[in-house]
């Protein structure tokens, strides 16, 4: 088999042992926030065409088109303002180009920059979570399961008054997926006030146990297993003059269907709604009446037997042109591709990103939409634009790496951050047509007096031999090539997940630095299943999770075995959530490879995942019953061979504990010998200091059985 290095990034990057000899300390490993490059956290205000950032103490705005600079508000001023005494700025935003918002104390602060004086002043109520503006004097929030507005006079209102045990008003429902990040939706002109009103009363519920009371107690959650009862979501209208509220009609696939990427109309007269079925195989775009909820029309639909439909992105409608919108899918023409759309008729007017990459939209004025696309490399992330009218593309972003992109509100400037292996971070001003402006900030290197091991990237072929699987190698500090080094594989390997990227280091975790530090290799692999590579690749996995993914993974295991500096005889893998899975699923399936295995918060069979996920990627346990079989770990604990490790938070809501406890029971049944430490106060990612000791535990694990 041919190993191709990724010759378009250069992949290899030394650092000079001789002028940099430090090594991390495991907090620095952890939690060592100076060690990242410097950054410079820039806003645009509102609709003009100023970037905003703290200069030492003041609020500083600057001209994208002649870099005039001017001081908005002094940290003296805002500390008079608030009638505070901060040492510094905080978080804040803008709600317009002449008002910045800045939440404190349970008090949501509307400031005029001008007049420098608040403008508006709303004492949320204790509890209030969730705040949304609606751009005007009103802002809605929840309180425990219910939904409230509240005016400019601090006078609060009740939208809803729901007081039945799992009823949830405004907050996110379908746990997270298919983009969903919020639960509240005002209308474009802030008169009407969408929200999603979730029913899990029918959902069962899972224990979780808290220590912290004198006697201990249990907290039951919802959680919607797969196969089981699901939640039931609805979309409501409520408005704001009546006091009324309508429910939409969306009544397509039965109750258990998802409500997903709500979206208004701009003249707020309906809303656009991608409805799926259970099974997340059908999707309906529908137009919604917000005065009476009546379906007005399905637009377009998608479908896909074979594996899946995920709709993650509202519509969004050509600024100026309410008759036209984009939408985003890649079940289409295989990638997540943008699609001009008629939106009184439905009609896929054209493909306006024609290329064979995954695209994410960045921004659009009408007759230009911008977008980052994956097309020069799946490691790489560039801005690209494109006339609607004559489809005519040009690539605006030239550097190598990954550039993260925050288009102004009329798409004439950009502000453009990026990095790659060896470079740590540049932040520059950018016009639309790709000419820099100005370099706002060069980082230097944080870690230069550390020595750090050679990083390399590169390509491993999958398993079916179809696609690339990008890699990053680290080389144990000091590399003696002569000798045989311990290697450790992190993996997570599921979607959503992109662990390799042309970044500052690779996307390194500092840990596995700080292992290279101590003597190890250590290797890092995207597999099939991953994200930014298209349709067919990511869903490889559908029906059997697990099992294409390891294939690929045993190629990376290949390549590594044939670097005469690798130990072969000492192997190991470690991975977290679904790399939990990956890491228990590989040293049960090749325990001829794997010594020792540290899993952390794993999958252990997909029926005790919840539904949302879980049957997306593994379909329904009634009717994938021999999928659920085969890639059960429950099955392979009686072929465990190695050492393996297995830490949980003990108050995970994600991976709940039936996973990890039924595995340990199911090795106690066979005798097999395995160890386990949980995390008594963590739920599903242990976080904070507790997160040292984790981390450390995982070192001495390697450190005691495979190193010696």
């Known amino acids: 088999m041919k190993y191709l290095l990724l010759t378009l990034i250069g992949v290899t990057m030394m650092l000079n042992s001789k002028a940099q000899n430090k090594v991390l300390t495991m907090e620095e490993a952890v939690l060592g926030y100076p060690l990242y490059p410097k950054n410079l956290h820039v806003q645009w205000q509102g609709d003009r065409n100023v970037f905003t950032y703290i200069d030492g103490t003041a609020l500083t705005g600057e001209n994208a088109a002649d870099g005039t600079q001017t001081v908005l508000l002094t940290l003296d001023e805002l500390n008079r303002i608030l009638n505070a005494d901060l040492k510094g700025w905080g978080q804040y935003s803008w709600k317009n180009a002449r008002t910045l918002v800045i939440h404190r104390e349970g008090k949501r602060y509307e400031i005029d920059i001008e007049k420098k004086a608040v403008s508006q002043l709303f004492p949320l109520a204790k509890g209030a979570q969730n705040v949304t503006s609606n751009g005007g004097s009103l802002v809605a929030y929840t309180k425990g399961n219910n939904l409230y507005y509240m005016d400019a006079n601090g006078n609060e209102f009740a939208v809803t008054a729901d007081r039945a045990p799992g009823i949830v008003n405004g907050q996110i429902v379908s746990r997270n997926e298919f983009g969903i990040d919020g639960g509240i939706f005002w209308s474009p002109d802030g008169k009407q006030l969408a929200f999603y009103r979730k029913d899990e009363s029918q959902v069962g519920t899972f224990p979780l146990l808290d220590i912290n009371s004198r006697t201990g107690s249990l907290r039951e959650i919802r959680y919607p297993m797969a196969g089981m009862k699901s939640e039931q979501v609805s979309v409501g209208v409520y408005d704001i003059a009546s006091g009324k509220t309508v429910f939409l009609e969306a009544d397509d696939f039965g109750r258990e269907q998802y409500l997903t990427n709500v979206a208004w109309h701009p003249g707020s007269g309906s809303l656009y709604i991608q409805v799926l079925d259970r099974a997340q195989k059908h999707m309906h775009l529908n137009r919604y009446c917000a005065r009476t909820g009546r379906l007005m029309k399905t637009l377009l639909t998608e479908q896909n037997e074979a594996t899946y439909v995920e709709p993650q992105t509202p519509v969004v409608f050509l600024k100026n042109d309410p008759s036209r919108f984009i939408y985003r899918t890649n079940n289409r023409d295989g990638y997540f591709s943008l699609y001009l759309v008629d939106a009184e008729s439905g009609k896929v007017l054209k493909r306006l990103t024609e290329t064979d990459a995954d695209v994410a939209l960045a921004g659009q004025d009408g007759k230009t939409v911008y977008y980052t696309s994956a097309e020069v490399s799946p490691v790489d992330n560039h801005l690209f634009r ?31 951050s990026y990095s790659s292996l060896r470079v ?115 869903k490889a996995i559908h029906g059997q999770c697990g099992q294409a993914e390891m294939a690929d993974q045993m190629e990376g295991i290949k390549f590594l075995q044939s670097l005469p500096y690798v130990d072969s005889e000492r192997i190991g893998v470690h991975g977290w959530s679904y790399g939990g899975f990956m890491t228990i699923s590989l040293i049960t399936n090749h325990p001829e490879v794997f010594k020792v295995a540290v899993a952390g918060g794993p999958v252990i069979d997909w029926k005790w995942y919840e539904v949302m996920y879980g049957e997306r990627y593994m379909g329904s346990p009634h009717t ?85």
Not at 393 to 411: F, V, Y
Not at 452 to 475: S, W
């Open 386 to 416: 494109v006339d609607i009218k004559s489809g005519k593309k040009t690539r605006l972003t030239r550097a190598e790496g990954w550039h993260n992109i925050s288009m102004s509100a009329g798409t004439a400037y950009f502000i453009d």
């Open 424 to 538: 740590p971070r540049v932040i520059n001003v950018v016009r639309n047509d790709g000419k820099i402006m100005k370099e706002l900030l060069k980082a230097e290197n944080p870690v230069k007096d550390y020595n750090f091991g050679e990083i390399t990237m590169g390509t491993v072929k999958t398993a079916d031999g179809q696609f690339d699987n990008y890699y990053r190698l680290i080389k144990p500090m000091n590399f003696d090539p002569s000798q045989k080094y311990p290697t450790i594989v992190y993996v997570y390997g599921g979607p959503h997940s992109q662990m390799v990227k042309n970044t500052w280091l690779a996307e390194l975790r500092r840990w596995e630095m700080y292992m290279a530090q101590h003597g190890y290799v250590v290797f890092v692999m995207d597999n099939r299943g991953t994200s930014n590579r298209g349709a067919a690749f990511e």
């Open 624 to 708: 994938n019953a021999a999928g659920y079989e085969k890639v059960s770990l429950i099955r392979k604990a009686k072929d465990l061979k190695g050492k393996l490790l297995i830490c949980q938070g003990a108050v995970d809501n994600v991976v709940v504990w039936e996973h990890s406890l039924s595995f340990i029971r199911e090795c106690i049944k066979n005798n097999v010998q395995v160890d386990y430490f949980p995390y008594p106060c963590a739920e599903h990612n242990v976080m904070g200091k507790d997160r040292i000791h984790l981390m450390q535990k995982v070192t001495d694990y390697f450190e005691d059985y495979l190193k010696r």
